[in-house]
């Protein structure tokens, strides 16, 4: 291969196919909505269309994005579809994709502020202006990081180093028996950030939730002192703003007041429901965060952001910083007065993810994201009173934010083996349509299903378009 053909593509080449992925993605999300939101693809299927060898040869870029079509896009379940309505509905909208071309054009590392100082600093910058956009106090300072599970877990490791003085960093567990706590209604993550540092399965207590699906903070206080009776240390709380299955918010302050006494980590998992407060009328979500110790929010659930960008605040940056720092001599420098995010958690390499935050809050400014989210709550309400307005069909939990809990429920009846295969069913028939994609949860028991609005592109005819579904879906039920 002569020396000419060892390096990067042409400049030339790039741009060529530059232009032509672009507008591959523009005519992508114009016509998003004559596919079928939920992908049909059957396991195996997209595998079977990729070569069990790699190429030898180089392949053209032309033949390679065609390949998008022929092979990707029937196993592609388009989250960025108008009827994507399960799980929390998200948008990766047009100012976040061009950052996330931007970031890898720089492919920048910012592991230390000396290895790209814009990558730190932006991050810094950034993560403050969202700070103020959700009505925090100034003490809490942030990082980007991929998920709000990676960030519960770094808050969980701090906690545990804190609470043992730093000798499980040393020592290991060596008999610490060591308690966090956190809600019923609490994230999977939680449980698996358990398991990851050490504290385990056993040690998480789940703290009774109220009718409305909220920690009961009394419950909590009762148990944390048994604990404590019985010998064990408690070091961690989560507190959920906004819980997966019906977007309840735990009382923060009161759980605060509890933790304080004890010298507890506050942690608060607001990761999806934080970001109503960006709409003042919704500030109300993150009352009680003035004292937390740290609290993760979900740019890429319901800010627009393409996935993955988790915003991690913490009050103390050290506390990160004694669990995790351990630089290496080829990762020393001189600088300083400068934030090296290495030491703030597990990663090393990071890329600049701040970069699509950044340019998705300056394109539609504060107004403009409180305005969309605001708008989603009020399209998920219009659902909540088109299943109020109907007696076959129930709400199943307050709809504080844009998530809607319902099942059906014909004549009162209160067989719940019979109730779940029906809502199944229904789950299955709507979400065969291609039109609207719902998911479901359990709530004590009961087979929930749920409406989540949160993609820019969802209009009051997408939600008209949802229930039109699921009411449709009844006529293929065996009973009904
Ligand atoms: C309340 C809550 N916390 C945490 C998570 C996990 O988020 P991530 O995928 O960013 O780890 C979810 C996911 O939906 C969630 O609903």
Request: aromatic share 8%.
């Amino acid at each position: 291969m002569p020396e000419s053909d060892l390096g990067d593509i042409g400049a030339d080449e790039f741009r060529e196919h530059g232009h032509a992925a672009v507008e591959w993605i523009a005519r992508y999300l114009e016509g998003i909505e004559a596919r079928p939101v939920l992908s049909r693809a059957t396991p195996g299927q997209v595998r079977a269309g990729i070569p069990d060898a790699p190429p030898e040869e180089a392949e053209s870029l032309t033949d390679i994005l065609a390949d998008i079509d022929r092979v990707v896009m029937d196993g592609i379940t388009h989250w960025n579809h108008p009827g994507f309505m399960a799980y929390f509905a998200i948008s990766g909208s047009g100012p976040g994709i061009l950052g996330e071309m931007l970031t890898a054009a720089f492919n920048a590392n910012g592991m230390l502020w000396k290895t790209s100082p814009a990558v730190t600093e932006l991050e810094e910058a950034t993560l403050d202006w969202l700070r103020q956009m959700l009505g925090l106090d100034a003490g809490l300072r942030g990082i980007l990081m991929d998920t709000a599970s990676m960030a519960t877990f770094s808050a969980m490791v701090a906690a545990r180093e804190r609470a043992t003085g730093g000798e499980t960093r040393r020592r290991g567990m060596d008999g610490h028996r060591l308690r966090a706590y956190t809600s019923e209604e609490a994230h999977s993550s939680v449980i698996k950030a358990a398991i990851s540092c050490g504290i385990g399965e056993e040690g998480i207590r789940r703290i009774r939730a109220d009718g409305a699906f909220c920690m009961d903070a009394d419950a909590l206080s009762a148990a944390i002192e048994e604990d404590i009776a019985a010998g064990w240390t408690p070091l961690f709380v989560v507190a959920t703003v906004g819980t997966t299955s019906t977007t309840s918010v735990d009382p923060v302050g009161e759980i605060v007041a509890a933790c304080r006494p004890h010298g507890i980590w506050t942690h608060v998992d607001a990761a999806y429901a934080g970001m109503a407060a960006i709409a003042d009328e919704y500030r109300w979500a993150l009352e009680g965060c003035e004292s937390v110790d740290s609290l993760v929010v979900n740019p890429h659930k319901w800010l627009f952001t393409p996935i993955d960008c988790s915003a991690f605040y913490v009050r103390d940056p050290a506390a990160l910083q004694e669990a995790f720092s351990l630089v290496p001599e080829y990762l020393r420098t001189e600088d300083r007065d400068v934030t090296d995010y290495m030491d703030w958690g597990l990663q090393l390499g990071r890329r600049f993810r701040a970069l699509k935050l950044w340019m998705v809050i300056r394109r539609f400014g504060r107004a403009g994201l409180a305005a969309r989210i605001r708008e989603h709550i009020r399209l998920a309400h219009v659902f909540a009173a088109r299943v109020e307005s109907d007696d076959r069909f129930e709400l199943m939990a307050p709809a504080p934010f844009s998530t809607i809990c319902f099942r059906y429920r014909p004549h009162g009846m209160s067989d719940e083996p019979a109730l779940r295969d029906l809502n199944a069913a229904i789950l299955d028939a709507v979400n065969a349509t291609g039109t609207v994609y719902l998911s479901h949860t359990a709530l004590r028991g009961a087979y929930v299903l749920r409406l989540a609005v949160g993609n820019l592109r969802t209009t009051k005819r997408h939600i008209e378009q949802a229930w039109v579904a699921v009411t449709e879906s009844l006529g293929h039920l065996p009973i009904h």
